[in-house]
């Protein structure tokens, strides 16, 4: 980038607490598969996304989760 802040990264933002089930899993999953180094995946959700934190484990991606003051999960 030039301006000292580091590298540019793309933050793909999904909103999955409307959705019902399988629609968020499947929507991070189309996500995931087209995202290049440079991306990630930002995902707000009322249920904490426990089969999307099993994938990102299984294929060593590197991930966070944490329920914030209003219950819902980031």
Known sequence: RGD??????TKFFLDARSLEHPEP?????????????????????RKQPLPLIALAKEHSLTHLAFRDERDEWH
């Open 4 to 9: 000292g802040r580091g590298p540019a990264v």
């Open 25 to 45: 899993l499947e929507k991070a999953i189309s996500i995931l598969r087209d995202l290049k180094s440079d991306g990630y995946l930002y995902m707000l959700h």
